[in-house]
């Protein structure tokens, strides 16, 4: 049995994905490789997509939203200089679907937890209000982004020209995601063991 994650494709090499899917792949003893196309029908791979919140054609869920992924961005926060219980701007990439207003809300929600602080949510396209709208001074703003890119660029620039106190960095290889996709392995194994 092999470890394939399904990155989104970003313009420049997914180091975010590879490194992901390397640790996890060491941490399960098994191969590991990262696919930018739906893997369907393969009974040789437990799939688990490295995306937040939109699956796309993929018929297992996405990551997000989950607690680990909350953990690791108020640990991003922290990193960057925000204090606990400093207002959070949550930044997501935004889209419309089904189900998508619903994940990001459940988003916010497990980030104010993790946090213990206030959390407003802001998209950068779709339905919401934009990071111009939320961002101010004494604000730190979490992108949930994954990855390095254009949009992390885009919100980093927002971000600073409203004057926030703290821009953090995407989720990125942190270990509480590495940590998520060996669960997802886990629990895809274990279902394809009983089918």
């Known amino acids: 049995m092999r470890l394939v994650t399904v990155a989104r494709r ?8 590879h490194e992901v899917t390397e640790r996890a792949a060491h941490a399960l003893g098994v191969p590991g490789v990262v696919s930018y196309d739906p893997v369907v029908g393969d009974p040789a791979s437990i799939v688990v997509p490295l995306l937040l919140s939109s699956a796309h ?10 607690p680990l992924i909350a953990a690791a961005q108020a ?5 960057a200089g925000a204090r606990s219980g400093t207002p959070v701007v949550m930044v997501a990439r935004g889209a419309h679907g089904p189900g998508i207003a619903g994940h990001l809300e459940r988003a916010v929600e497990l980030l104010a937890h993790s946090w213990t602080g206030p959390v407003e949510l802001a998209t950068l396209t779709g339905p919401g209000p934009r990071p111009e709208e939320l961002v101010r001074r004494r604000v730190a703003v ?40 060996v669960r ?12």
């Open 10 to 17: 970003t313009g420049v090499p997914n180091r975010v994905a």
């Open 184 to 195: 997802r392995f886990r629990v895809g194994l274990a279902r394809s063991r009983a089918a």
């Open 75 to 79: 640990a991003r926060l922290v990193r």
């Open 57 to 66: 054609d993929l018929t297992v869920p996405p990551l997000g939203p989950h």
């Open 142 to 181: 979490s992108p949930y982004l994954l990855s390095p890119g254009t949009d992390a660029d885009r919100i980093r620039g927002v971000a600073r020209g409203a004057g926030a106190t703290v821009v953090a960095d995407v989720v990125g290889a942190h270990r509480f995601l590495t940590d998520l996709v």
